[in-house]
C-alpha cells in the first residue's frame, strides 16, 4: 500500500453494515428493551433504588466527570496508537511500478538473477534479492614488505590492475588483477540447464601466476586464497567434511533456501592444493574480511600457522575456504542449485562446469564478445587495436560493474515540517536498485546523474538491461515526483560513505540525464533500429512510465524554477557558508564549479535551464509516440520550445561584451580566503581559512568560461548560421580558455576560480580537470554542427576530428602506462587523476572510438 493510502483509525469510513443500520440499531433495539423493562420493573417495586431530588443531582455530576474522563482516555488513546502520516518526501508515488512489467519477469528476471552484483569487492557474486546466498574472493598480497588481505576495492591496496576486461552483463566476465609481482585472473560463468533451480548454476575459474622480476620469493612460492559463501537470510550453511580432500571428492558445502531450493559448492582443480576452512554466524556482511583476520591472527598467536582453524561455530551463515597452492595454480568453483531433485545430475554438471569443458565455454564467450563489441560498435575501420582492447576493457567493466543493492535511502528531513524536534531524518520506503556504478573503490553504489551517461553505453549493448536500470531508477520517484540523487542502499553500500554524506535532501535535484538515453532509444524506435519484440517491450516500458517522468519533470519545473519565467536554479546552495570560496553546487553535479559567489534566489542557472530544455523535447517525443493527450498545464511541446528559443536564451544568459554564455545571480569576483584566529571549544584560538568579501555583490552574470557556458552548444540550441555558434567554437578551441592536447577542460586558465582550492581541504574538482562526460557531449555537438549546413560547418568538423583524437589517444595511453581508466584528467600532462577505475562516463570513450552520438 502506498503512502498515501494510509489512515487513522478514526478517519476510517463506516462499513455497509453500518450504513445500513446492521448490528449497532440491533443492539440499540435490544439497549431500548432492556430500559423499557428496567423501568416497569422499577414502578412495580423493581429492587433499583429510588433517589431524592438531592442524590439526583450527585449522581449526574459524577457521570458528568466520568464522561469526560472517559472521552479524554479514548482520545489519548486513539492519537497515541494512531499511524502518524508519513513525511511527503518517504511517500512513494501511486502508480504501478515500472518493473512490475511482464517484460521484466519470467525468463528476463532469471537469466539475470546471479551476478557479479557486488562490484565494490575485486570478485563478488550475489543474487538479485534482498537475502541473497552471496560469494566473494579474498587473498593474501604483499606491499612494502608487509602482508596484506585483499577483498574490498580500495585505492590503498595500489594494485597495478584490476577490472573486467570483457563482461557481457548476463553470462560471462574476464577479469586481470595484479597485485604487486601476483597476478589473479578471474572468470564467472552461468549455465542453466536441465536439472539446475532457479537461475541456474554459476562458476569461477581464479587463476594465480607471479611476474618474477616483480615477485619477491621471501614472501613464498604459493598463493593464499579465501573463496567464502554467506547467507543474508540466515540459513545454515553446511560443510561437507571436517577434512577437505578435493582429490577424493569436490563438495565442499551444501545448502537450502526457498529461491533456488538445495545447492552445493564444489572445488577442483588438477594442481595439488591444500585447503582449510572456517564458519561463522554474523548478521553482519560488509566487514567479512575482519571475521577472517580475526582467525588468522588467533592461530599465529596459538600455532604458528598462517592458515584457518578448520573449525566452526554452530550452524554458521558464512562458511570460508582457504586455498594454498604453489605458483603457478588454476581452480575452479562452482555453485550448483536445484540438487535435491533425482534428476538434479550433480556430477554431470559439476564436469560441465568445470576443467576442460569449462575452458572451452569461456574461450567460446570471449569469442561471442568480441564478435558482438564489433558488430554494435563498428571499431575495426576507426581505430588501432590498442584502442579497441581499451574500448572492450571500457565496456567490460562498465557491465561487471553493474550492481543490485537493497535498503532504505536515509532522507533529511526540512526544518518546516511540523515532526519532533529530535527527528532530522526519516528512512525512505526499503527499495532495490539494480544499477552501472562509476567506481568500484569511491563510488561503488547508484548515482543518478552519471547513470544516464552509463545508459547511452549500455542500452546499444543490451536494451533490455538498460530498460532494466532505467525501470529501477524511476520507480524510486516519490509522490512528490523526487529521486534521491545518490542511493545509499544496505549495510555493505552505507559502510564506504562518510557519515555526513548518507542523508538526501528532498529539495535537492541533480541533472536529469536519463532523459538523454531515453531521447536516444525514442530517436532509435523512429529509425528502425530495434526487432519488432524489442519495440513491443519499449513501446510498453514507455506507456507504463510515462506517469512517473510526468512527476519527475514536473517536480524540476516547479521546486527549481527561477523568478523569471524559463529560468531555474540548483537548489541547495549554502548562502551562510564563511569557509567555502565560492558555495558549492553538489545537486548539478558539477559541485565547485563557480556559480553566483551568493546564492540567492535570484540565480538562473544556464546548465538547468538546457537540462530542461532537453526533459521537456523528450517528454514532447514520448507524447507524440504514445498519442498522449496531456493537460494544458502540461504541454510539453510548449515548454520545449520556450526553452529552446533562441532570443529568449540570449536575453536570459548570453553576455555580448566577452561573447559567452553565463550563469545569472548575486556575484562578486572580490572575494578570498583568508587566515583568521577563530574561537573554538573553551575558549581556544585556532587559525582557520575564512572567506572575505571585499566587495559588495550585485546583480550579473557570473563572468567564469567554462562547460556550463558551452551548454547551449551542447543542447544545439544555437542556429547552425549564428554567429555566436562561431563564438562557442573559438571558446572551444582557444588555447588560452579550454582547449588542451589531452581534451577541453572544465573551466577556463582566465577564470579567477581556475585551480583554486575552495576550502583549506577542498582541491579543485571542476576548476580546470578534464572530464570525459562534458567531452563526449561537445563532441556531440561538434559533430552535429560539422553535419549541418551553415558558414562554420568545416571549422566544427576540424575542431571535432582534432578533439575527438586527442582524447582517445590520451586515454588509450593512460591506460597502457597505468591499467586504469580515470575520474578526470589533467589538463596540463593529461595524467589521469582521482578514482579508478573509473568506468562509469569515462567508458563513453568507447562511445568516442564508435562515434556513436546522443541524438536529442
Known sequence: MTGAGRRAPRSRTRSSADADGGDDDVSLREAKSKLKRRRERSKYGSTIPLFNSTNLKVVLLISVVAFFIILFLILHLVNSTAEPELPRAVTPLPAPKIMDLTQFQGEHRESLYWGTYRPHLYLGIRARTSQSLMAGLMWIGVKDGRYHLRHVCKDEDDLGTYGWTKHDGREFGHQLLADHGMNLATEFLKSKVDGSGYGGDWAVRISVDINKSEWNEEFGKGAQLFF??????????????????????????????????????????????????????????????????????????????????????YSPNVLVFQIIGGFPFTTDIALLSGTGSESSRVEERVSHLTGTSLTSQLNDKKKAFDEKFEEVFNLAEKVDSESISVGKAALGNLLGGIGYFYGQSIIAIPRTLNLKEHVKYVSYWPAELYTAVPGRSSFPRGFLWDEGFHQLLIWRWDIHISLDIIGHWLDLINVDGWIPR???????????????????????????????????????????????????????????????????????????????????????????????????????????????????????????????????????SIEELLDKETKPSKKYGSTAKLLSDFELMNQMHFDAAYGA???????????????????????????????????????????????????????????????????????????????????????????????????????????????????YRILSALHYYSKENGPYQNRAKAIYEELRSNLIRNIVRNYQQSGYLWEQYDQVKGKGKGVHPFTGWTSLVTLIMAEAYEKI
Request: one cysteine or more; hydrophobic letters at 35%; aromatic letters at 10%.
Open 228 to 313: 567464502y559463501l554467506a547467507d543474508e537470510g540466515g540459513n545454515v550453511l553446511n560443510l561437507s567434511r571436517e577434512t577437505l580432500n578435493i582429490h577424493e571428492d569436490s563438495l565442499l558445502a551444501s545448502g537450502s533456501r526457498l529461491d533456488i531450493g538445495n545447492w552445493q559448492l564444489h572445488l577442483k582443480s588438477t594442481d595439488d592444493l591444500e585447503l582449510h576452512y572456517s564458519g561463522f554466524r554474523t548478521p553482519h556482511f560488509h566487514n567479512l574480511s575482519d571475521l577472517v583476520e580475526e582467525n588468522l591472527a588467533s592461530q599465529i598467536r596459538n600455532h604458528a600457522r598462517l592458515q584457518l582453524s578448520d573449525s566452526s561455530v
Open 486 to 620: 545518490e542511493q545509499i542502499l544496505g549495510a555493505e553500500a552505507r559502510s564506504r560513505v562518510p557519515e555526513e554524506f548518507v542523508p538526501q535532501h528532498p529539495t535537492n535535484g541533480n541533472p536529469p540525464t536519463l532523459f538523454l538515453v531515453l531521447s536516444d532509444i525514442v530517436n532509435g524506435l523512429k529509425t528502425n533500429k530495434f526487432s519488432a519484440k524489442d519495440r513491443s517491450d519499449i513501446y510498453l516500458f514507455l506507456e507504463r512510465a510515462f506517469v512517473r517522468l510526468e512527476a519527475w519533470f514536473q517536480w524540476f519545473n516547479t521546486t527549481q524554477s527561477g523568478n523569471q519565467m524559463g529560468s531555474y536554479y540548483w537548489h541547495g546552495r549554502d548562502n551562510k557558508t564563511i569557509r567555502e570560496l565560492n558555495p558549492k553546487t553538489l545537486s548539478s553535479g558539477l559541485d565547485d564549479y563557480p556559480r553566483a559567489s551568493h546564492p540567492s534566489g535570484d540565480e538562473r542557472h544556464l546548465d538547468l535551464r538546457c537540462w530542461m530544455s532537453l526533459a521537456a523535447d523528450c517528454m514532447h
Open 661 to 775: 554564455y553565463f550563469d545569472f545571480g548575486n556575484h562578486t569576483e572580490k572575494v578570498k580566503l583568508k587566515w583568521k584566529e577563530v574561537v573554538v571549544g573553551h575558549n581556544q584560538a585556532a587559525r582557520e581559512l575564512v572567506r572575505e568579501v571585499l566587495e559588495r555583490p550585485k546583480l550579473r552574470f557570473v563572468p567564469h568560461i567554462g562547460y556550463v557556458s558551452l551548454f547551449p552548444f551542447m543542447t544545439r540550441i544555437i542556429p547552425s548560421g549564428s554567429w555566436i555558434l562561431e563564438k562557442q567554437l573559438e571558446l572551444i578551441s582557444s588555447r588560452s580558455l579550454l582547449w588542451t592536447d589531452y581534451g577541453l577542460r572544465s573551466l577556463a586558465k582566465t577564470s579567477s576560480m581556475y585551480m583554486k582550492y575552495n576550502t583549506e581541504h577542498d582541491a579543485p574538482y571542476w576548476r580546470g580537470t578534464i572530464w570525459i562526460n562534458m567531452n
